[in-house]
């Protein structure tokens, strides 16, 4: 699968031009963030304490047991649950930064069947969004096979901060898709060169050059999260996003990916369409 760490990259913007990555005021060669000194103990780089949005992709499963309720009762239930999801956002202030997007996994996968992505700049605020919904009826018949927790962090990799997702700041959900998996890479990966690294990575990014329908954001979970990455591709265009995935198979980055699964397919609905989903 692909190779995240240069992931904010990976599927470019629409007004990107086809080619290379990114290349020098000259032109011609390629422009490069080769960092020489990963581990820090040559630079002995400060830390880096800058506000950072935080991503929380969580997801639900309905107990059966649920549909059986009266249908009024239901209908309660629901509305209830989805004045506690929108309070989150619409009762905070702007300056939290709080970005919330709904999607049904209904009839996609049988594990799960619906996913809340939220954004902030404190993980404290997840703790608030979760607080509420477990107030609720409905939490009663939700249980949570998954819950994945990342940061923003500018890739190593390429030296570009245009629009969303190449940047610290994203902005999520463009598409009517979202494809998410959590990433590990091999150990054998961090012994590498950093040069062979980086030219592993710029085969990478030149062949997935053509997808612009696809638009990847990538999280970093390093010691906050078990996996190492967590990344989503937002996008209208399924048969666009296999066909990637399928191109990056060969690719000589792709011979580091330890694990990339499990893979969600999340359908964007609003908050009540994705309840309708569930009974």
Known sequence: M?????????TPAPTRPAGPPSTSQG??????????????????????RANRQFLNYAFFKLDPAFRRLPHAEREEIKAEFRAAVE?????????????QRTYSLVGVRSDVDFMLWRIAFDVNDFQDAQARLNRTR???????????????KRS????????????????????????????IKTRPWYDLTPHSRQGMMDEHIYASGPFKGVR????????????????????????????????????????????????????????????????
């Not at 032109?27 to 880096?48: A, H, Y």
């Not at 956002?89 to 970005?99: D, N, Q, R, S, T």
Request: hydrophobic share 30%; net charge negative.
């Open 87 to 99: 309070g989150w956002v619409e009762g905070a202030p702007a300056e939290k930064g709080l970005i």
């Open 216 to 279: 990847i954001n990538t999280s970093y979970s390093y010691g906050i999260d078990d996996q190492e990455f967590v990344v989503s591709f937002d996008s209208d265009y399924p048969q666009e996003f296999v066909d990637l995935v399928h191109r990056l198979r060969y690719t000589e980055a792709s011979n580091y990916t330890l694990r990339d699964t499990p893979m969600f397919t999340c359908v964007k609905k609003e908050i009540g369409d994705v309840l309708n989903d569930l009974a």
């Open 27 to 48: 032109g011609g060669r390629p422009k490069r963030m080769v960092d020489l000194d990963p581990s820090g103990q040559v630079t002995q780089r400060e830390p880096d």
């Open 156 to 183: 190593q990799y390429v030296n570009r901060v245009e629009g969303s997702g190449h940047g610290l700041e994203i902005l999520p959900g463009q598409g009517k898709y979202l494809f998410i998996y959590p990433f």
């Open 138 to 152: 409905l939490m009663g018949y939700l249980a949570q096979p998954n819950n994945y927790v990342s940061m923003q």
């Open 2 to 10: 692909t190779q995240p760490e240069q992931a904010d990259s990976t």
